[in-house]
Each structure stands twice: as structure tokens, then as C-alpha cells.
């Protein structure tokens, strides 16, 4: 009967465990070419995500008004523009009744972006991204025509003598030469804005006319020339930029055949401006429209219309958009004429009207590009990830060899231990030896397999498990010959 002793069994073979966290940060800590991969591809991913973030269109509010005036027909083909050409910034229209109104929805939050009119209202929460005109103020006197010659004393007669006596009457009222004859007259003023008519008595009162002594008269824009034909006005006043189509029509309106508008001159301007800096000096060129004069340069005042931001708009959007309000300007300006009148805004230091960082940046040509934006982030991330990495590896390197250098020594004197004993060792003793080196080897095995041996080391217990197996053949060999 063949008995055997459980003891000297050989132990079945364990599977292999799996790698715990530990041991895989160990693993990986002796693979820098593999950690600097992983770092350099953490790094672009971050980089690709945020140029992904970047690239998307961001859509920005737009505060103008009234509806088919001529600020609203420009923002929104500025919008079409933004949207044809694939531009990182969108529009959104958001309709007021006027530019008041337009302030106040900057001013609130309703918009990101407003179009002002410096003499109605700046928002307290804006800053200027560009000018979006400049309007003059035009006061025209229509044409009157020249009474016909007197007839001939030898044709005269009582009828012809009540005309001369007509005529006679007429040239006594005296004509309108300047802004101080405006007194005990009627002034009409084209567009219904309460802007305009408080721009007339400004006017007035430089001169010294009181406002109440002049009667104004107020008319739409729409089918100008019929209204004016139809009312009777000593004095006109319009507002709006050289060249535009309504002052062309109401100078071209007040005159009488090959007799020409007066255009009174404003040469009080400048003090205007420095009463008032909501308004600036200006000048309407000889021949702005055409044959109707003036015939020579005309100095006036105007006022400004802005594009103006919130103040918390981020400075980037604010760059782009200006950058790419200014393309539409020249890509635009000969569909639209009203794009060319687009300009930089004052960007002085001491200027009275504070222009917004991001547009600041794009006119002075500062603006920076994405890795111009990034590279300090990127740097600092680079730093901090080898860092944190450094002091991991560190961390992962000390718990790896402290407890394993032990471990390490034990085995070599376990197996030194076992060439000892070997040499006086019972025959039950001897496979349980055996065993004890298997199981050293093993574990030594495994070691190597997660680096945690140098080569000289495991050259050692190498050596070690030879000499064991070696000492237990010979005192196994002794043993049978007894």
C-alpha cells in the first residue's frame, strides 16, 4: 500500500494573481518614456478641447432700434456677414423702439451689444468697440424764387401795378441769413426723435434765440419730399451723415429751380463742443449733394453714433467681433455704403469715452492668438504635471523598495539558511526544503517580472537557490547510501 505523507506533498500551483493598483503605479514608474507620453498626450488633449471650445461660433446680442431705420438694416446685414463668412461670432437682434431704449437693454443685461447715440444716452455699463457714424447737422433755408421784372411803364396798368406793389411787399420781409433770424419763425425738422429738437435749441441758445420764440415742426422720414412740399416752414433741420439719401432729398426738396438751398453756418461749433460734449464740431463739404450745394465748405456740428459692449464682456469676443466688424466694412462697404462710414473709435488715453480692452487690443494690434492666450496655462499645467509626477514616481519608488528590500534580504538568508541546515537534515525535512526554495524562486520570479529586483540581485539569489538545491541533493544522496 502506497501511503503517502501530506507533508512532502508538493503544494498545487496558484494561479497568478492580478496587479493591484500599487503594483501597476510601480510598474509604470519604471517606464519615464511611457509617463512623459502619457503627460505629453494629457497635455494636447486639454489643448484640443479647449481649441475645440474656442472654434465654436459664440453668439453675442445686439440691441438696435427702431426697426427699418438704417442702424437696424446695418446690424442686420453685419449678422448675414457674420453668418456667410463662418465667423466665431453670431448676432442676435434684439429690436427697441429707439436708442434710448438700446442703452437701457445694455445697461440691464437684456444685450451684449448696443448701438447708441451719443446725445440720447451712453450706458453707464458700456464701453465704445467703434464708431458706427457720424452725423452733421444740415439747417437749410429753401430757395426762393426770383419775382418776375417789373412790366414797363408804358404797358402799366392797374393790375400790373397791384403786382409791383405785391412785389414791393415781398422783398420788404426781411430773408433768413443766419441762425439769429430763426427768431418768430417756424422750423421743420426731419425724423421724430426728441434728440433732434433738443440739438435745434442748442443751437438756438448759443445764439442767443430763445427756444420758445421758434415753432417747431417735425416730419417722418418716409416720403419726405411730399410732406415738405405740403407744409409751409421757414428753416429746415436734418441730421444725419454726409451723403445721406434723406438730407439729399430734403436739400434737393427746398430747391426752387436753379435757385439753391441756403445752408446757415454753425460757427459757434466748437464752443458748442465744449458746452456740450455729447456734440463735436464738424464740417459738410462743398458740394456734399451734388449741384444743390453748399458751394463751399460749411462748418456745423454733429453727433456720434457707437457701437458700444458691456464692460464684462470677455476681452477675446470683444477682439473678434471689432476684428471682424471691420472685414464687413470692406467687404460690405460697396454693396452698402452705410459700412464705410464705420470707423476706430478715439483710443486715447484721455479721450472721454473709454473704449473696451478686447477692441482696444485688435486696433492697437495687440490682439493674441490662441497659444499666445494659452501658452502661460499650458506651461504652469506642463510644470505642475511633472512636479505631482515627480513627487508620485518618488512616492511609488520609496514604497516599492522599502518593504521589498526586506523582503529581498529575507530570502537570501532564508536560502542561505536552507544550505545550512541541508547538511543535517532528515529526508522529511529535506523536501520541505525544496518546497522553500520553490516558493523563494517564485516570488523572486515575480519580482523580476515587476522590476522590483535589480539585475545583480537576482543574479544573487540565483546562486543562492542553486547552492540550496545543490546542498539538499547532496544530503539527500548521503542519506540513501546510509
Not at 493598483?21 to 510601480?26: K, M, W
Not at 453668439?59 to 456677414?81: F, M, N, T
Not at 455704403?337 to 473709454?354: G, H, Q, R
Amino acid at each position: 500500500m502506497n501511503v503517502q505523507n501530506p507533508h512532502l506533498m508538493p503544494a498545487p500551483a496558484a494561479e497568478k494573481p492580478p496587479l493591484t493598483v500599487g503594483e501597476r503605479l510601480r510598474l509604470m514608474a519604471h517606464h519615464p518614456l511611457l509617463i512623459a507620453t502619457g503627460l505629453i498626450l494629457a497635455v494636447t488633449g486639454v489643448a484640443v478641447v479647449v481649441s475645440y471650445i474656442e472654434s465654436k461660433p459664440a453668439a453675442l446680442k445686439i440691441a438696435v432700434g427702431p426697426k427699418q431705420s438704417e442702424d437696424h438694416r446695418l446690424i442686420l446685414a453685419l449678422a448675414q456677414y457674420f453668418a456667410r463668412e463662418r465667423a466665431p461670432i453670431r448676432l442676435k437682434l434684439v429690436p427697441q423702439d429707439n436708442t434710448a431704449k438700446n442703452a437701457e437693454a445694455l445697461d440691464n443685461g437684456t444685450a451684449d451689444l448696443a448701438v447708441v447715440r451719443r446725445d440720447v444716452a451712453m450706458p453707464k455699463a458700456g464701453q465704445v468697440i467703434a464708431v458706427q457714424r457720424r452725423d452733421v447737422a444740415v439747417l437749410i433755408v429753401p430757395a426762393v424764387e426770383a419775382p418776375p421784372p417789373p412790366p414797363t411803364p408804358a404797358k402799366k396798368n392797374g393790375r400790373a401795378a397791384k403786382a409791383v406793389k405785391a412785389a414791393s411787399v415781398t422783398s420788404t420781409v426781411k430773408p433768413i441769413e443766419k441762425i439769429e433770424d430763426l427768431a418768430g419763425k417756424t422750423v421743420g425738422i426731419v425724423g421724430r426723435a426728441p434728440a433732434n429738437v433738443t440739438l435745434l435749441h442748442t443751437i438756438l441758445r448759443q445764439y442767443g434765440v430763445p427756444p420758445d420764440q421758434v415753432t417747431t415742426l417735425q416730419f417722418a422720414p418716409e416720403d419726405l419730399t411730399t410732406q415738405l412740399k405740403a407744409a409751409k416752414f421757414d428753416a429746415l433741420l436734418a441730421v444725419g451723415p454726409v451723403g445721406s439719401k434723406i438730407i439729399a432729398e430734403a436739400v434737393t426738396a427746398l430747391a426752387r429751380g436753379k435757385t439753391h438751398p441756403l445752408f446757415l453756418a454753425i460757427g459757434s461749433s466748437e464752443a458748442i463742443e465744449q458746452q456740450n460734449p455729447v456734440y463735436q464740431s464738424a464740417e459738410i463739404p462743398a458740394g456734399a449733394f451734388g449741384g444743390s450745394g453748399p458751394a463751399e465748405t460749411v462748418e456745423t456740428i454733429g453727433v456720434s453714433h457707437y457701437l458700444v459692449a458691456r464692460r464684462t464682456l470677455d476681452s477675446v469676443l470683444a477682439g473678434e467681433f471689432t476684428k471682424w466688424l471691420f472685414y464687413a466694412k470692406q467687404a460690405q462697404g460697396a454693396e452698402m455704403p452705410a459700412f464705410t462710414k464705420i470707423e476706430s473709435p478715439d483710443t486715447d488715453k484721455a479721450a472721454s469715452l473709454s473704449v473696451h480692452p478686447g477692441a482696444l487690443a485688435y486696433l492697437e494690434g495687440e490682439q493674441r492668438g490662441f497659444f499666445e492666450r494659452y501658452s502661460e496655462p499650458l506651461y504652469w499645467a506642463l510644470m505642475l504635471f511633472s512636479f505631482f509626477g515627480s513627487g508620485a514616481a518618488w512616492l511609488v519608488s520609496y514604497a516599492r523598495s522599502s518593504p521589498s528590500k526586506s523582503e529581498r534580504r529575507n530570502d537570501l538568508e532564508a536560502l542561505i539558511g536552507v544550505i545550512k541546515r541541508a547538511r543535517t537534515a532528515a529526508a522529511q525535512e529535506l523536501d520541505l526544503m525544496c518546497i522553500e526554495i520553490d516558493d523563494i524562486v517564485e516570488r523572486a520570479i515575480r519580482q523580476i517580472e515587476r522590476g522590483e529586483i535589480h539585475h545583480n540581485r537576482s543574479s544573487a539569489v540565483t546562486l543562492a537557490a542553486d547552492q540550496a538545491r545543490r546542498a539538499v541533493a547532496e544530503r539527500r544522496a548521503v542519506l540513501l547510501k546510509v
